[in-house]
């Protein structure tokens, strides 16, 4: 990576211990930022900053759909660093299930990660993102976008992200904060590989609707997330930018062809 162009930025990553996450916390920190990973699980962090430089990075161990937790991840940032520039809201948890066989807990948890985690970081950090006029990145999902069967809590929390997205973007905007949002599709995590090598039929029906033939990478959304907080898209917001291989652009009709 040749472009510096987060040198002397300051960037938050939530969910930064796998996949998308982690891709973009090391996107990142080799663009020049100093980043802040955060998540629940320490050695998974740790694991993902295991060959960045000590000067520009920390650990945060923290559950974001936790109010104070958010507010002290924010906090810790400015002591060690001095600032925020970026934050980039990427935890978040699935839910496969029908709706009426989905516990009321489960479906309370995946709303309070997807969409609460989002605010409470986004209420801990605008101050000092409206001081340095900084982006937020939040991550929803072509989820966020359209209904898919199965998945009613998951499609409604990120629904809520891509739409509060648009929302910020407006009232913030005029205050120097850029509010954007990637909507990926299926991306291969840890977490999912082994339910698509499990189901490699459900997978093939995935790749089948996207025109590139292929689901993405976690360093894929990681290069878009990079350049809608960068200087690149500095006229750009209130957008949610499918990260899709070109699923989004069919209106669903069988192929003719």
Known sequence: MSMNRFENKVVIVTGAGSGIGAATAQRFHAEGAAVV??????????????????ARHLLHVSDVSVPADAERLVADTVARFGRLDVLVNNA????????????????????????????NTIRAALPHLIAHRGSIVNVSSVSGLGGDWGLSFYNA????????????????????????????????????KSFFTEHPEILRRFTDRIPLGRGAQPEDVAAVIAFLASPDAGFVNGVNLPVDGGLSASNGQAAFL
């Open 37 to 54: 990973l955060t998540g629940r699980t320490k050695e998974k962090l740790a694991a993902t900053a295991r060959d960045m430089a000590a």
């Open 92 to 119: 978040g948890i699935g839910g496969l299930g029908a709706f009426l066989d989905i516990p009321a807990e489960q479906g309370d948890r995946i709303m309070a990660v997807n969409l609460g985690g989002v605010v």
């Open 157 to 192: 929390s990120k629904g809520a992200v891509s739409n509060l997205t648009r929302s910020l973007a407006l009232e913030f905007g005029g205050k120097g904060v850029r509010v954007n949002a990637v909507a990926p599709s299926i991306t291969f995590t840890d977490m999912n």
